[in-house]
């Protein structure tokens, strides 16, 4: 019961207020000018597709001003040939995790071929058609959010193919930090290929320089690749998305509540989803903690919920403010030692048997100083070396002005 208290305590200045806006004031106040995402600038890159057979890796968040980037560059008269898909397929719709088939589009007619489940990595079949390869998916800066998983492939098939790829960019929402631990790549896998932190700080375009500069692509492929940088952005900028770059994460506060949170997707903790606060609470059906409760039902991005239909009790972070992201941005271990804490003292397991944990995290060392009961300041501590040894190499590769 001490532990309770205490838990709660730590926690209630998370609670105080509801936030007016997504943003801080005084962040909008000095960064009045909308980004222009790349994908906006025509001028910027249609010279170089005019006349070449083209293929899409887009989704839901592949928008411009008038729609859709494919329907804008069918409109151009561009020869889109097909579409790529990534994980939640072309329009957005697929659970994380749910095979994404491929199918013809049938507002375009055009192929689209998955790039999620057995075929991550577009063949050389499915790329002897096509002279250019764009790629325009937002991001949210996390290292297991799996679209940048997917720049990797797409570059390296490109690079093997003799195929040119150009970044359309866009902004990062959690563009503005650094933190976490850097992967170990004895724990590589779809939702972490490379030996970065949980939040790179980098956008997509960014990540891309950044992997073919370290010459990270399988067997130091270099890709043909060009960046279409993003104009009035710098990492200093709130952006908020204009549509939701997955189905559980449904607006801004779970984008930024999410790098701390996914961890608990690999533990017998839910995260919300089968609610419409995805990422935004965390509860158990096991324990009684404070007086907030949820209820997962199957939902479109949750058929199969964690605890379906079973009362789950936790936290709500809905209306944490936007200073605890921005005042103090980091990775928030808080609310995972807490939860760790409740289960050992029950008894009851808390990571999953299939050690996700450890692929989120990256390393399975996490897992271990959780376990032993160490502090976040220790926790964080060991982090450190790595951690900065990364910020170095990352400044090499920056597109716009960086938050320090």
Not at 67 to 89: M, Q, S, T, W, Y
Not at 161 to 185: E, F, S
Not at 202 to 211: D, S
Request: charged share 20%.
């Amino acid at each position: 019961m001490k532990f309770l208290i205490f838990f709660l305590v730590l926690h209630l200045p998370l609670f105080a207020c509801k936030p007016t806006s997504m943003v801080n004031e005084e962040s909008i106040n000095q960064n009045t000018q909308k980004p222009i995402v790349g994908a906006q600038q025509f001028n910027e890159y249609l010279t170089r597709i005019q006349g070449k057979r083209v293929a899409l890796v887009v989704n839901q968040t592949s928008m411009v001003e008038e729609g859709h980037l494919v329907d804008a560059l069918l409109n151009r008269n561009i020869e889109v040939k097909k579409v790529f898909a990534p994980e939640h397929g072309f329009r957005g719709t697929a659970d994380a995790g749910e095979k994404v088939k491929s199918g013809i589009d049938t507002k375009t007619g055009l192929p689209v071929i998955s790039l999620y489940g057995n075929n991550k990595k577009p063949t050389a079949a499915q790329l002897a058609d096509i002279d250019v390869v764009l790629f325009d998916i937002q991001d949210v800066g996390a290292r297991f959010y799996t679209y940048i998983s997917t720049l990797e492939y797409v570059m390296e098939a490109c690079a093997e193919q003799d195929k040119k790829v150009i970044v359309l960019d866009r902004p990062n929402p959690n563009g503005h930090y650094v933190d976490g631990p850097v992967l170990n790549l004895d724990f590589q896998s779809f939702v972490g290929r490379q030996q970065i932190p949980i939040v790179h700080g980098m956008t997509v375009g960014e990540y891309a320089k950044f992997l073919n500069g370290e010459q990270l692509l399988a067997n130091g492929a270099q890709a043909d690749l060009e960046v279409i940088p993003c104009k009035q952005y710098d990492h200093t900028t709130p952006f908020e998305l204009p549509v939701a770059p997955s189905p559980n994460l449904p607006n801004q506060q779970s984008i930024l509540l999410y790098p701390s949170l996914c961890l608990f997707e690999g533990t017998n903790v839910s995260v919300g989803r089968g609610t419409n606060t995805q990422f935004q609470v965390y509860g158990s059906p096991k324990f009684a903690i404070g007086s907030y409760a949820f209820t997962p039902t199957p939902m479109p991005g949750a058929k199969y919920p964690k605890f379906e239909g079973q009362a789950c009790y936790g936290m709500n972070l809905t209306n944490v403010p936007d200073s605890f992201f921005y005042d103090e941005p980091k990775l928030h271990l808080g609310w995972l030692i807490g939860m760790v804490e409740f289960h050992k003292n029950a008894g009851e397991p808390f990571f999953l048997k299939n050690n996700f944990f450890d692929k989120l995290a990256g390393t399975d060392q996490l897992r271990q100083q959780l376990l032993a009961g160490m502090s976040e300041e220790e926790i964080r501590l060991s982090w450190q070396d790595e951690l900065s040894a990364f910020k170095q190499t990352r400044k090499k590769y920056l597109l716009y002005q960086d938050f320090e």
